[in-house]
């Protein structure tokens, strides 16, 4: 009976409570100033924005109500990556595709529409949530520094001489942002994860923080490389495969990358989005 | 900017991370079949119960609401005792006695305006509420067997027959029940560990996991004295101040009560409202 945003809210909770998930603030970690209770504040503060997609106000709205409520804790940045997939999902699961208006399923195709369907309103919302939390993001290329989302608002003009979607912008960040290869692909790693949460045995929370090795091994971790570089997220990935191989405790692993801050957040982003299409399509908590 | 609703969801969510909590679950100990994630989802479930209680609507129907929400889940009953103390508070935020419709703060006075301002329908409510969950009680006295809220919507001939408001309910439970006593009393020990949490520093959920301890020392918790009998539930009480008194691990003190299925839930659900009230007036996270 839950709703898809309430669904969207329980799948955030069971991300963070998923432990161990190797340099993230799990049920049993935490950093100094990013602890477990601000991340339950985000997603309470989230749950606004998430209704507002749910019901069709347009999704760089939503997300920028989201994030708004999101920040009202201590810990600053705590959800903005997994806010930013399950806003165009939610908005999926009620999306009125002309050539899937009958199928109520929320689908890749269902969701590479919202993303495609964005405006350069949209584009404007979400540089404006930049303004509510400090989000640590690369440097823009050369070309792009009118567009550095760092700018916030005032990046807002070149957004509209532009003419550019939120489709747009994230087609200019898919090399160094894995949430902007989800939003230009229908979200493949997104729904290979609902697929693995699905298939595999146990409570809701082991199978995330199974998952999430299996995804941190599969590809490197844009977030760290942002923060640490290529060599280190390749490195990260390469232990996480030790993991997953049995060769290397994954205990030991998020005791050590909690200790260097090494925090693959992109990867635990995948996690809640795959949780969030998986409670969708039924899976029981 | 949380609403009332959203910080009833907080409480309920800083509650259940606080450890350790001795005998309850929490983020740190869980039973086989009643786990952390059975939580989450039973706060999510019962987010719109919550925002009907903020509404206006009747407090026996938002209260059944959040129960049906809450009962969604494979734990079974999480979160009916503080949410029993929960929707009363909730909609004394937005209550309008006469005598302190100028006043915008939750005080005893207006949360024991709302418990005196129930009616026959919010007992009948109350009643279907048992419905949806099973809740450990206690017989009722002989004389009270028609009444007994294990019958569920069965006993409603007989509240409607009594015209027995939900105020005249928790009058008949306040020798066995300490939900019912907060109800009856303008919910004392609801506001004085608000104001507990208020005075102590450090991180909220540690703020809490104390209070319980002081909590638990204070009074026998009603919720044992159900399930395991009054001797030990005064043994627990005693073994609390001991922990206080720093001659016991809490943390031993919670494995062994876990171990032996002991469960203090009524103070668990004090705590909760306790930490409503205490965001209400102002409390960071």
Tied chains: 1, 2.
């Excluded at 504040?41 to 997300?63: C, K, T, Y």
């Excluded at 009958?102 to 689908?107: I, M, N």
């Excluded at 939390?133 to 050369?142: C, E, G, L, R, W």
């Excluded at 003009?157 to 902007?180: C, K, N, Q």
Aim: hydrophobic share 45%; net charge negative.
């Amino acid at each position: 009976m839950r709703t898809p945003a309430e669904n969207a809210q329980l799948a955030l909770l069971c991300e963070v409570t998923a432990t161990p998930k190797p340099g993230n603030v799990d049920r049993a970690r935490e950093y100094p100033d990013l602890r477990f209770e601000h991340f339950m504040a985000g997603v309470v503060g989230a749950s606004e924005g998430l209704r507002m997609a749910a019901a069709g106000d347009p999704i760089g709205r939503a997300f920028e109500r989201a994030i708004e409520g999101m920040a009202d804790q201590r810990g600053g940045n705590t959800q903005f990556g997994a806010l930013l997939l399950l806003v165009p999902l939610v908005r999926a699961t009620s999306d009125e595709d002309e050539s899937s208006a009958s199928s109520e399923e929320l689908t890749p195709k269902r969701a590479a529409h919202v993303a495609a369907a964005t405006t350069v309103a949209d584009a404007t919302a979400f540089y404006r949530a930049f303004e509510h939390v400090d989000v640590a993001v690369d440097d823009p290329p050369t070309d792009m520094e009118a567009l550095d989302v760092r700018r916030g608002a005032d990046a807002v003009p070149a957004i509209e001489a532009r003419e550019l979607t939120l489709y747009d912008v994230f087609e200019r960040s898919v090399d160094r942002d894995g949430v902007a290869r989800e939003w230009v692909s229908g979200f493949p790693r997104t729904f290979a994860a609902a697929d693995r949460i699905a298939a595999l045995d146990g409570p809701v929370p082991d199978r995330a923080a199974r998952v999430f090795l299996e995804l941190l091994a599969d590809e490197p971790d844009t977030f760290v490389v942002t923060n640490h570089g290529e060599a280190t997220a390749r490195e990260v990935s390469a232990d996480a495969q030790v993991a997953l191989d049995g060769d290397l405790d994954p205990d030991a692993l998020a005791d050590d990358l909690v200790e260097r801050g090494i925090n693959p957040g992109t990867t635990a982003d995948l996690v809640a989005a795959g949780l969030f299409v998986a409670l969708e399509r039924g899976l029981d908590v």
